[in-house]
């Protein structure tokens, strides 16, 4: 695993126990950059990989919300996460 996988591992473990404590935490990308102090493109790639593997859903106005109809069956942070391409992952 590289540094940049072990990084974006972390940061998957932190927001997905972020959302849990908080379930109805509704936040914006913008929003989900300060919070955690995020870049931009790190940003967008950990918002993705948990829209993508089911843990979180995006709201008709761009929210960030738990996809409680999946988040608990979710594998994603059970595992690890690779790059595939510059700024794109899969967890598994």
């Known amino acids: 695993m590289t540094e940049r996988e072990a990084e974006l591992n972390n940061w998957i473990t932190v ?3 972020e ?12 929003q989900a950059q300060r919070l955690w102090g995020l ?4 940003c967008d790639v950990l918002l993705e990989a948990l829209r993508a593997g089911g843990f979180l859903r995006v ?8 996809d409680e109809t999946r988040g608990e069956r979710s594998g994603i942070g059970r595992g690890t996460c690779h790059i595939l391409e510059e700024e794109s992952i899969a967890c598994v």
């Open 15 to 17: 927001i997905k126990g």
């Open 19 to 30: 959302y849990k404590e908080m379930p109805g935490l509704h936040l914006t990308k913008p």
């Open 39 to 42: 870049d931009a493109s790190t």
């Open 59 to 66: 709201t008709p106005r761009g929210c960030y919300v738990l």
